[in-house]
Nanobody, 118 residues
């Protein structure tokens, strides 16, 4: 089992920045890759960014490319999402997730609210 706990959400003005953290515990040696997802009210959950746990390869949704940066610190078992130039459209609950194979994300955090005011 892998446990994930997000933190760092909050209220920020249009154009502001936030950094989300995701603490990983449990069988961390099984983690293959991790990602950030978000879900706005009335919308389906969508992929934001992903990172491989060992090599650090990253990928991003088009909507956040150039504004968000995903990273991880293996020594601290923590993943981050640096969010810059935030827009009201980024308002959502942000979730971190982990996978132990190349398949689906199996483990999810409880989510952290990000609200961007105009």
């Amino acid at each position: 089992q892998v446990q994930l706990v997000e933190s760092g959400g909050g209220l920020v003005q249009d154009g502001g920045s936030l950094r989300l953290s995701c603490a990983v515990s449990g069988r961390t040696f099984n983690v293959y890759a991790m990602g950030w997802f978000r879900q706005a009210p009335g919308n389906e959950r969508e992929f934001v960014a992903g990172i491989s746990w060992s090599g650090g390869n990253t990928n991003y949704a088009d909507a956040v490319k150039g504004r968000f940066t995903i990273s991880r610190d293996n020594a601290k078992n923590t993943m981050y999402l640096q969010m810059n130039s935030l827009k009201p459209g980024d308002t959502a609950v942000y979730y971190c997730a982990a996978k132990v194979t190349t398949g689906e994300y199996l483990y999810w955090g409880q989510g952290t609210q990000v609200t961007v005011s105009s």
